[in-house]
């Protein structure tokens, strides 16, 4: 790789920091955080299951403290607080950010998909870095939403929980994609065994009494205010359209990352078609197959147009029409790039495999690797944020092309067996105007909109 490629390929994997490629320290004096702290100061909403995994290794940082805890549970707050017992703690993040912004410089949002865009932009426009969960959003326009506030705060750091990206494997498996050791790409092949679906019988459950010591009115933000029931919180919320983003939304960020990161060609799809059993209407719906379609003008693709095509369920392809010997993949949770000079697969952990005439080579005995040391997802957010640059995996702004090539499906599965037309700059299906109308954006409910910049 000659050394302008592969200060490209640092650039856009986030060494090098912002959209002129500066560092952060250089950034911080052109309108973020203000200047850079000896100890960055953290505020944690959503506090427990992946928020409890993510504020801890962030506090481990040595220059890192939790100093808020937010969360619209009483029994999340006082299990959290047991291990920040000098932090203060709220229910809701709005009155924290109008009467406490003053108190915390990075903000770690780990709650529920429906609150992602709110919070996170909420954050940004207070100049708070932001380490945020995956899908980096819930709605498609929130995908543009989101590009508008990251030009207008490039000083900030920002990373989406995507840790896998660390792993070793998936760096290398960008390196051999992005050198083209493989030739031009033909298409891709992404699956998780996640299985998300009907629950509670198939029926949506009587309403009940809300759970003591839940805010309810809070948990919902954006969304219509409706009665609790069985089934949603705290972890079934995934499988509900109108709060999560089933298996695909969910393991989409560490299986698309690794195919965005290395063709920089692969901007925004053209179309999209989910074929499954059933419709998705109130809960999400599983079993779906679902084919992005890019087009491409670049010798590094073997055709004008590019296919991703991506499933849940455990729905993996043959492995003999790839040429590849053997009946079973090595995880459910797969990405599988196939050009013209053979096929590259990757697990979710980063195992990977460079496949040529039947022939296996590991991926570590390509040549013209560099080495990868080790990398801490959670300490590399609050190193930038610290002014030290750290290659940093996944910034926001890499989140946004990998979060809509792991969403749009999602949101297709409303329309089974029907080939729907994307154009996000006006954030329009073309030839749909129903699925235009119904799944494209949300009406927020007052009080939880999102800001504007």
């Known amino acids: 790789m000659s050394d302008l490629t592969r200060r490209d390929f640092m650039k856009t994997t986030g060494v090098a920091l912002g959209a002129a490629g500066l560092p952060v320290s250089a950034l911080a004096a052109q309108g973020g955080a203000a200047g850079v702290p000896d100890e960055l100061r953290v505020l944690s909403i959503g506090v427990t299951g992946i928020g409890e995994w993510d504020r801890s290794r962030v506090n481990s940082h040595p220059r890192a403290r939790i100093v808020g805890l937010c969360d619209t549970s009483d029994a999340a707050i006082e299990a959290a607080k047991q291990d920040h017992p000098d932090a203060f703690i709220a229910k809701d993040y709005r009155q924290v950010f109008a009467d406490r912004a003053d108190e915390f410089d990075a903000v770690i949002v780990s709650v529920p998909d429906h609150n992602h865009a709110p919070m996170m932009l909420t954050a940004l426009a207070h100049d708070k870095h932001c380490y945020g969960q995956k899908p980096l959003v819930h709605q498609l326009e929130e995908l543009q939403k989101m590009e508008e506030a990251l030009a207008a705060k490039p000083g900030l750091v920002t990373q989406v929980g995507n840790q896998r990206m660390a792993e070793r494997g998936r760096r290398a498996a960008v390196e051999i994609l992005r050198q083209g050791q493989l030739g031009p790409?033909?298409?891709?092949?992404?699956?998780?065994?996640?299985?998300?679906?009907?629950?509670?019988?198939?029926?949506?459950?009587?309403?009940?009494?809300?759970?003591?010591?839940?805010?309810?009115?809070?948990?919902?933000?954006?969304?219509?205010?409706?009665?609790?029931?069985?089934?949603?919180?705290?972890?079934?919320?995934?499988?509900?359209?109108?709060?999560?983003?089933?298996?695909?939304?969910?393991?989409?960020?560490?299986?698309?990352?690794?195919?965005?990161?290395?063709?920089?060609?692969?901007?925004?799809?053209?179309?999209?078609?989910?074929?499954?059993?059933?419709?998705?209407?109130?809960?999400?719906?599983?079993?779906?197959?679902?084919?992005?379609?890019?087009?491409?003008?670049?010798?590094?693709?073997?055709?004008?147009?590019?296919?991703?095509?991506?499933?849940?369920?455990?729905?993996?392809?043959?492995?003999?029409?790839?040429?590849?010997?053997?009946?079973?993949?090595?995880?459910?949770?797969?990405?599988?790039?196939?050009?013209?000079?053979?096929?590259?697969?990757?697990?979710?952990?980063?195992?990977?495999?460079?496949?040529?005439?039947?022939?296996?080579?590991?991926?570590?005995?390509?040549?013209?690797?560099?080495?990868?040391?080790?990398?801490?997802?959670?300490?590399?957010?609050?190193?930038?944020?610290?002014?030290?640059?750290?290659?940093?995996?996944?910034?926001?702004?890499?989140?946004?092309?990998?979060?809509?090539?792991?969403i749009l499906g999602v949101k297709a599965s409303r329309f089974p067996g029907k080939e729907l037309l994307w154009d996000r700059a006006s954030l329009t299906f073309t030839n749909h105007q129903e699925a235009t109308d119904t799944v494209v954006r949300r009406v927020y409910r007052d009080g939880f909109g999102l800001p504007t910049f």
């Open 185 to 406: 790409a033909v298409e891709a092949w992404v699956w998780t065994g996640s299985v998300q679906g009907r629950f509670t019988g198939g029926q949506m459950g009587d309403p009940k009494d809300v759970p003591g010591g839940l805010d309810w009115d809070l948990w919902l933000g954006p969304c219509e205010q409706v009665p609790y029931r069985d089934g949603i919180t705290p972890y079934n919320w995934r499988n509900w359209w109108d709060y999560g983003s089933a298996g695909m939304g969910d393991w989409g960020v560490h299986l698309h990352d690794i195919i965005m990161y290395s063709y920089d060609e692969l901007s925004s799809p053209i179309a999209v078609k989910t074929d499954t059993p059933r419709a998705a209407d109130w809960c999400h719906t599983s079993h779906c197959r679902t084919t992005l379609t890019y087009a491409v003008s670049s010798d590094r693709f073997a055709h004008d147009r590019f296919p991703i095509h991506y499933a849940d369920s455990n729905l993996a392809p043959s492995r003999a029409a790839f040429g590849i010997p053997g009946d079973a993949w090595p995880d459910a949770n797969m990405t599988v790039v196939v050009c013209e000079g053979g096929v590259l697969t990757l697990t979710a952990g980063g195992g990977l495999e460079i496949w040529r005439g039947g022939e296996m080579t590991e991926g570590w005995r390509m040549p013209d690797l560099p080495d990868f040391p080790h990398l801490d997802h959670w300490h590399a957010w609050v190193d930038n944020c610290l002014g030290i640059d750290t290659e940093l995996r996944t910034p926001f702004r890499d989140g946004v092309r990998i979060t809509e090539a792991s």
